[in-house]
């Protein structure tokens, strides 16, 4: 089983700074990764997939970047509407594995 | 508009079954794969299982094999999920989500499934 590993667990920052978040895999999955937005009560929302291009509707100001183990989640700057937990997913092997999750909170 | 939404969760005994529902609107299920995933209360996501536009290809976690059943029926628009031998580990919010390109997209609501007695 491919072990996603996302970091930080939680990042603290205000509205229109930067955020960069990282997920690691424990054995290469090329760029089968996508990321999704979780916000409190809702189901998650497809941002970004084949690690690097968006979802129909998503804001330019979300990126994704990497391939291999190291992928990178980047929101430009951040809207009050961001502040919400994301998790990477890698379709690569069976079975399908999400990370950890890293909460982007308000500071 | 594209909508899924999922039905059957409640309260259930260990040992217990029960079958959940997906049903699809804004769209046609037969041209798409199919997942369900659940989520622990306060926990992250775990994809639970798969099934393939024909039902030809089926994949379940190693957590539910043996116990749940994926299922779909195309002529109502629907995906199932029957869940036996529950345990209190099972209990969880259960997402069904379409598959296009290879990712979830979109999700329904959930449903809740408490294992408990």
């Known amino acids: 089983e491919i072990v996603l590993t996302q970091s930080p667990a939680t990042l603290s920052l205000s509205p229109g700074e930067s955020a960069t978040l990282s997920c690691r895999a424990s054995?290469?999955?090329?760029?089968?990764l996508a990321w999704y937005q979780q916000k409190p009560g809702q189901a998650p929302r497809l941002l970004i997939y084949d690690a690097s291009n968006r979802a129909t509707g998503i804001p330019a100001r979300f990126s994704g970047s990497g391939s291999g183990t190291d992928f990178t989640l980047t929101i430009s700057s951040l809207e009050p509407e961001d502040f919400a937990v994301y998790y990477c997913q890698q379709r690569s092997n069976w079975p399908l594995t999400f990370g950890g999750g890293t909460k982007v909170e308000i500071k | 508009e594209m909508q899924l939404v999922e039905s059957g969760g409640g309260l259930v005994q260990p040992g217990g079954s029960l079958r959940l529902s997906c049903a699809a609107s804004?769209?046609?299920?037969?041209?798409?794969?199919m997942n369900w995933v659940r989520q622990a209360p306060g926990k992250g996501l775990e994809w639970v299982s798969y099934i393939s536009r024909s039902s030809s290809s089926i994949y379940y976690a190693d957590s539910v094999k043996g116990r749940f059943t994926i299922s779909r029926d195309n002529a109502k628009n629907s995906l199932y999920l029957q869940m036996n031998s529950l345990r209190a580990e099972d209990t969880a919010v259960y997402y069904c989500?379409?598959?296009?390109?290879?990712?979830?997209?979109?999700w329904g609501q959930g449903t809740l499934v408490t294992v408990s007695s």
């Open positions: 804004g769209f046609t299920l037969r041209d798409f794969v």
């Open positions: 054995q290469s999955v090329s760029s089968s």
């Open positions: 989500a379409r598959e296009i390109g290879g990712w979830s997209d979109p």
